[in-house]
């Protein structure tokens, strides 16, 4: 419970724990030496009331009528004097009155805090050998009462006084110190998010300002790294793509040309052919159709190493051809789409990332997901690329979401400080990419907006 309590709160706490063990401790003080400071103060009227009853006694045995000297001593004396008479078999009313002070009556619970003892004194009073009464000493303690419970509200007074003043102070100083390390911490969550722009503004303390200050540092330094590795990743992706183009250009200029010769070569072989020569007609016939076979091959591999209908038909076009292609493959599979117009005005290596996803994306649909329909669709919105693919499939498996394809898609989306996910939502695996647009995409997108024109 201690480690979920904030740091005001503990402070606070323990503040509060120390005022109530002040306030525990002053009242086992008073309790200890307020009984024994009483006794001294009271002894000196103890002997005085003695000093009374021998004097009182000398008096009556001179005295000619000593019951006259008796009543004209008890006569004075008053009900609430502190030294009275007693006759004998006669009783006293000596119970504690309540004390009264300015601000109220003293507690009762006070008083039994203080503990205090049997002050009463008796001294015998005779007359002619024979006991007539006492003189009866007892004390009157509201004064003390009163004073001890005016020390032991100044006491509590001036405690909550301090208790308050010293919860401000550390109310204050926490405030001071937490709102920079809720900057700092909130600063360090953008960086772990990948927000390097943003600086944590240096306040509090020096020593969380320097905390700061080095993670401004590291916020940089983790920027500068940030964009080499866009950079680099750019640049391999570039290197790739010139890779992939010289790969097809070489199957496209030379197995092409050989394949297109082996079958026109063959079809040639077949016309001469004499027709009672059934089997090497069939194989020639058979030459033919695995010619035709790699011929189709090869074209799908031109295909996926260089989309040639994005410079040719632009982007929107590519993309609704490859969604044909897809429902020629797969005529049970239900292809829907959403594909914005604007999505041709996009650059050449955002282009070709966009049609990448989308086809590795429908590439795994095909392959893996066992669906019954699929939805592909690619937007333009607030200067950022949307491209989502879903399916109603049965899912990616939980310790593989990423394979080959995906992961090589992944870092084409970095390199363009994009991001990447594959979700699963409401039954649907989704693939959602999300790319910063380019300038004039994001212009065309609104002069279209300005124009009226759908989306």
């Not at 929107?316 to 429902?327: A, W």
Request: proline share 4%; charged share 25%; aromatic share 4%.
């Amino acid at each position: 419970m201690w480690n979920r309590l904030s740091l005001r709160t503990r402070l606070l706490l323990l503040l509060g724990l120390m005022f109530v063990a002040a306030l525990l401790a002053g009242g086992v003080s008073l309790r200890i030496f307020a009984t024994a400071q009483l006794m001294e103060e009271t002894e000196p009227a103890a002997r005085s009331a003695r000093a009374v009853a021998a004097a009182l006694n000398d008096a009556l045995r001179t005295s000619s009528n000593p019951q006259a000297t008796l009543e004209a001593f008890v006569q004075p004396l008053g009900a609430s004097a502190t030294i009275r008479f007693r006759r004998l078999g006669t009783d006293l009313d000596v119970n504690a009155a309540e004390v009264q002070t300015p601000l109220g009556t003293v507690p009762d619970w006070f008083v039994r805090l203080l503990a205090l003892p049997e002050f009463k004194a008796t001294f015998p009073v005779t007359i002619e050998g024979r006991q007539v009464g006492d003189i009866v000493f007892v004390p009157d303690m509201t004064a003390d009462i009163y004073e001890k419970w005016i020390g032991f509200l100044a006491i509590v007074c001036s405690g909550i006084t301090l208790m308050l003043l010293t919860w401000a102070i550390a109310h204050f100083a926490a405030r001071s110190a937490l709102r920079p390390l809720q900057s700092l911490g909130d600063g360090l969550t953008r960086m772990r998010s990948g927000d390097y722009e943003q600086p944590i503004a240096p306040a509090g303390p020096p020593e969380i300002r320097k905390s700061a200050q080095e993670a401004n540092e590291l916020a940089r330094t983790l920027n500068r790294l940030s964009q080499d590795n866009r950079s680099l990743l750019r640049r391999i992706v570039s290197l790739q793509d010139d890779e992939r183009q010289d790969m097809a250009r070489e199957l496209h200029d030379e197995l092409g040309p050989l394949l297109f010769g082996i079958r026109a070569n063959t079809v040639a072989l077949l016309e001469s052919i004499p027709s009672g020569q059934a089997k090497l007609r069939r194989a020639a016939e058979g030459i033919v159709q695995s010619v035709e076979t790699l011929q189709q091959a090869n074209r799908r591999i031109l295909d996926r190493l260089r989309p040639l209908y994005i410079q040719e038909l632009g982007l929107e076009r590519s993309i609704q051809t490859l969604l044909q292609n897809v429902k020629a493959q797969a005529p049970d599979l239900k292809v829907t789409s959403q594909i914005d117009t604007t999505l041709n005005e996009v650059d050449g290596l955002l282009s070709q990332t966009i049609y990448r996803v989308i086809q590795e994306a429908v590439t795994n649909v095909l392959r893996h997901a066992r669906a019954n329909a699929m939805h592909v669709a690619a937007d333009i919105h607030d200067r950022e690329v949307i491209v989502e693919v879903s399916d109603d499939g049965i899912g990616f498996p939980a310790d593989r979401m990423f394979g080959r394809g995906l992961t090589g898609m992944l870092e084409r989306v970095r390199a363009l400080s994009g991001t990447l996910e594959l979700l699963r939502e409401e039954g649907r695996t989704c693939v959602r990419c999300r790319l910063p647009a380019g300038d004039s995409a994001a212009h065309a997108r609104g002069e279209k907006q300005a124009n009226g024109q759908p989306t």
